[in-house]
């Protein structure tokens, strides 16, 4: 009986610390990163747990991502990744109706690094209906320190 409460413990504890973490996928469905929702910082992470960019609030309804080398990535609207010509780069589920792919477990998270000075953000373009050339691993890794 002890067994059996402690797993039921465990499943119910591993899906309270999934639900604060917002999975991004790119223009394929795949799960490439995510959203830390409970971090200070809204941190976005590789799958492999590599910290590469986080989420800025605006008194607009988006936010800024900016990488940790300072970089401003693009923006993060309505469950949509932007990049800087207006072109999707990638979604939460929901966002768009694509089907989205089986995720797999994640890594630990890594350590993250000290924020460089943020560079200053470029106006935001008009969203594109579509989904741009840029893959949504190339996109966040230009945001990774050194």
């Known amino acids: 009986m002890k067994k059996l409460l402690f797993a039921l413990f465990l499943f119910f504890t591993a899906g309270m610390a999934q639900a604060e973490e917002i999975t991004l996928f790119n223009a394929e469905g795949d799960p490439i990163a995510y959203i830390d ?3 200070d910082d809204l941190a976005i992470y590789m799958w492999d747990g ?10 607009k309804d ?3 991502i900016y990488g940790y080398n300072g970089k401003h990535l693009g923006w993060f609207e309505n469950g949509l990744v932007i990049d800087h010509k ?10 768009v109706s694509k089907y989205t792919k089986y995720e797999p ?4 998270k890594k350590y993250k690094p000290y924020k460089a000075y943020r560079s200053y953000p470029p106006y935001k373009p008009y969203t ?3 989904f741009g050339h840029t893959s949504l691993s190339l996109f966040l890794k230009a945001g990774q320190k050194g």
Do not use: C, E, M, W
Not at 50 to 59: E, H, K, M, N, S
Not at 86 to 91: E, H, Q, S
């Open 50 to 59: 590599t910290p590469v960019a986080y989420l800025l609030a605006t008194d």
């Open 128 to 130: 594109q209906s579509r």
């Open 62 to 64: 988006y936010f800024h």
């Open 86 to 95: 207006g072109y999707r780069v990638g979604f939460q589920k929901g966002a």
């Open 37 to 39: 929702a409970s971090s």
């Open 105 to 108: 477990y994640k890594s630990y």
